[in-house]
């Protein structure tokens, strides 16, 4: 089946570590994206990226890093740097179509304990 | 700022009656539209969406209608069942953004339909 695979569900870091969410996509999409959301706000854009080897920050992206070395992955990092990092982490992807909807997996939580 | 705002943090309905969730813009340059729903520690699924050529938009129970010039939209759901109980997103994206992946999103609105 096609589909945006997240993991883990659940992950815990402790403060000061750096922890990588995984997103695996199989439906031939050139665009990916990571959004972060938490309680009583929408979904904000940390970063997205339109093609591999290449991606462009959003609207939170400090204290986060990315890469897109595949057209399949797109790893999101949470550094330490990152100062409120606990949250539910949603990664997406989209065609090049236009007026298409993303494709969302199903989070990550991350708790720092 | 807030360029995608669900001013209703709730709604509540009953069985078989409308749920009407409502969205406003402020971005002008937004030209198309989509309401996505989501269940607690899931991500979003896609419900149905509109360009903004068009003033409404139908799928079966779903309904999505835009004003362009007060910069609103909303979804109807009718009728209302048990299982749309959720929280409903509304996003919008540019073309002039390069690419129609990159949502905005609102804050959502917690749909609770009550048998």
């Known amino acids: 089946d096609g589909g945006i695979t997240q993991s883990p569900k659940y992950l815990f870091r402790k403060e000061g570590q750096n922890v990588t969410l995984s997103c695996e996509q199989n439906l031939n999409h050139d665009a990916m994206y990571w959004y972060r959301q938490d309680p009583g706000q929408g979904l904000r854009l940390i970063y997205y990226s339109q093609i591999v080897n290449d991606f462009q920050k959003g609207d939170i992206a400090e204290g986060y890093s990315v890469s897109r070395e595949k057209k399949e992955s797109f790893p999101l990092t949470v550094t330490s740097a990152q100062k409120n990092p606990t949250a539910f982490y949603l990664c997406?992807?989209?065609?090049?179509?236009?007026?298409?909807?993303?494709?969302f997996g199903q989070g990550t939580r991350l708790t720092v304990v | 700022d807030q360029q995608v705002k669900q001013n209703s943090p709730s709604l509540s309905v009953q069985e078989g009656r409308i749920s009407i969730l409502n969205c406003d813009y402020t971005?002008?340059?937004?030209?198309?539209f989509l309401w996505y729903k989501k269940y607690p520690a899931e991500g979003p699924t896609f419900l149905i969406s509109?360009?903004?050529?068009?003033d409404k938009n139908e799928d079966g129970r779903f309904t999505v209608f835009l004003n362009k010039s007060a910069k609103h939209l909303s979804l109807h759901i009718v009728p209302s069942q048990p299982g749309d109980s959720a929280v409903y997103f509304c996003?919008?994206?540019?073309?002039?953004?390069?690419?129609?992946?990159?949502?905005?999103f609102g804050q959502g609105t917690t749909l609770q339909v009550k048998p």
């Open positions: 509109i360009s903004s050529i068009k």
């Open positions: 971005n002008s340059m937004f030209d198309y």
């Open positions: 997406a992807s989209s065609s090049d179509r236009v007026n298409t909807e993303a494709f």
């Open positions: 996003a919008a994206s540019a073309l002039w953004s390069g690419n129609t992946g990159k949502l905005i």
